[in-house]
Nanobody
């Protein structure tokens, strides 16, 4: 199983980025796909999750209204559209997959991508 995250980069505050997570190696029907982030010196924190079958979504309060998670079943890819970015959004962003859990506890996610760095300058 492989999760390949991409799309990170450097952007000014107020700008936008779209992260992608390409999943391969198995079918993810019924799984939850999540995005987490970790800033330097901080713990990994939940950003957003989507149910692969249902498309139901869940967001951390800090990104609600600014970020949108979506998935493309045909491409086996999950996206995170990030708008109105703030300097505090600067972090390495990871995508992850959980088979039986829908939520923000990163301990319950089984597979992880390698991370993609997002830097937001003020």
């Amino acid at each position: 199983v492989q999760l390949q995250a991409s799309g990170g980069g450097m952007v000014q505050a107020g700008g936008s980025l779209r992260l992608s997570c390409a999943a391969s190696g198995r079918t993810f029907l019924g799984w939850t796909m999540g995005w987490f982030r970790q800033a330097p010196g901080k713990e990994r924190e939940f950003v957003s999750a989507v149910g692969w079958n249902t498309g139901s979504t869940y967001y951390a309060d800090s990104v609600k209204g600014r970020f949108t998670i979506s998935r493309d079943n045909a491409k086996n890819t999950v996206y995170l559209q990030m708008n109105s970015l703030k300097p505090e959004d600067t972090a390495v962003y990871y995508c992850a997959a959980s088979q039986r859990y829908y939520g923000g506890d990163f301990h319950k996610y089984t597979y992880w991508g390698q991370g993609t760095l997002v830097t937001v300058s003020s």
